[in-house]
C-alpha cells in the first residue's frame, strides 16, 4: 500500500479516524491524502426568459479560502511526523461514488472514514448514510473507524465466511494478501451459526480442506460461534477473541453492503464497535 485517503467533514469522529490512518501509514510507510468534499454555492441568473444557475465565483472562492485553512489545522491537529500529508478540496461530487474521485490521487490502496457506530455503522456515520453507500459502492477496501477505536499494529483479526459462497476462499486470499504487512497478525476465518443459517460440521471440514489447499498462512485457523443472529455471534466472537479488526466481503453496487452472509445486509453491523475493513468481492486492488 502506497497511499491512503482519508475523507473528513472535520468532525471528532472524522478526526479520530485520521488518527487511526496515521498509524496505519506509519507502519507500512504510506502517504496520507485528506479530501473534504463541499457543495458549491450557486447563483440563479435570468437567461432566455427563464433561470440558469451558475456559480458564484466569488462566494465559492470565500468558501474555499475557509475550507483550505479548516484542512491545514486539521492535517495538523495529529502528530505525523515523517509520514507525507497532502490535503484536497473537492466540489460537487458526491461522497459515496469514489469512482469520482479516486483516479484524482494515484496509488490510493485504502478509503478511510469515521462512522459513529452508537447506534449503527450505517445511520449517522461520516456522512450519515453516506458511509454505508461508500462501502457498497466502493472498488477499493474501505476502513470504518469507531470512535472508541485507537490504532495499534493488528494482533488478530476475524473475517467472517459463509462456506457456500463461491467467492468465499478469493475474498480470502485478497484479505490476506493485504494484511501482509502485519507480518504476526493472527488470521481467524469465523462462522456463525444461526437458527436460520446452520452449518453442519461435515460442510465445514469440507471447506476447511478446500482453504487449506489454496491459502497459504501460518496463523490461519477456523472459528465457529453459535449464536441468535449473526451480530450477536460476530460481537461474541470480537470480544471472546480479543480480535482488533473484523474484516467483511461486499457484493459491490448490490444491496446496502451485502455481506458475505447471503441475505444479511446492513443488520450485521449495526452495534458493532470494532475497525470494520470491508472489501469488495468484485473488482481488483491496485
Not at 142 to 169: G, M, Q, R
Not at 181 to 187: A, G, M, R, S, Y
Request: glycine share 6%.
Amino acid at each position: 500500500m502506497k497511499s491512503l485517503l482519508h475523507l473528513t467533514d472535520f468532525s471528532e469522529v472524522a478526526r479520530n479516524a485520521y488518527g487511526y490512518a496515521i498509524g496505519i501509514a506509519r507502519h507500512i510507510g504510506a502517504e496520507i491524502h485528506i479530501a473534504h468534499i463541499y457543495e458549491r454555492p450557486y447563483a440563479s441568473i435570468a437567461y432566455e426568459g427563464g433561470l440558469s444557475a451558475v456559480v458564484d465565483a466569488d462566494m465559492d472562492l470565500r468558501i474555499r479560502t475557509e475550507l483550505k485553512k479548516h484542512l491545514q489545522a486539521y492535517a495538523a491537529s495529529v502528530a505525523h511526523e515523517g509520514i507525507k500529508v497532502l490535503t484536497y478540496l473537492w466540489g460537487d461530487l458526491t461522497v459515496w461514488k469514489p469512482e469520482q474521485y479516486i483516479d484524482k490521487i494515484p496509488n490510493i490502496t485504502l478509503i478511510a472514514v469515521g462512522t459513529r457506530g452508537a447506534t449503527s455503522l450505517w445511520h449517522g456515520g461520516l456522512f450519515g448514510t453516506n458511509t454505508a453507500r461508500l462501502i457498497r459502492n466502493s472498488p477499493l477496501p474501505v476502513l470504518a473507524v469507531h470512535p472508541s477505536n485507537t490504532y495499534s499494529p493488528f494482533k488478530k483479526a476475524l473475517i467472517p465466511v459463509d462456506i457456500f459462497e463461491d467467492k468465499t476462499i478469493p475474498f480470502v486470499q485478497k484479505a490476506i494478501e493485504f494484511l501482509k504487512p502485519w507480518t504476526d497478525i493472527c488470521l481467524s476465518l469465523l462462522i456463525v451459526n444461526t437458527p436460520y443459517v446452520f452449518y453442519d460440521t461435515p460442510s465445514i471440514d469440507k471447506f476447511l480442506e478446500k482453504v487449506k489447499e489454496v491459502v497459504k498462512h501460518d496463523n490461519l485457523n477456523l472459528r465457529v460461534y453459535n449464536d441468535i443472529s449473526v451480530e450477536e455471534g460476530l460481537r461474541q466472537a470480537m470480544e471472546n477473541e480479543k480480535a482488533d479488526l473484523l474484516v467483511m466481503g461486499t457484493h459491490s453496487r448490490k444491496g446496502l453492503a451485502q455481506l458475505l452472509f447471503g441475505s444479511i445486509t446492513e443488520n450485521v453491523a449495526q452495534h458493532i464497535a470494532y475497525p470494520l475493513l470491508a472489501f469488495p468481492l468484485e473488482g481488483t486492488i491496485s
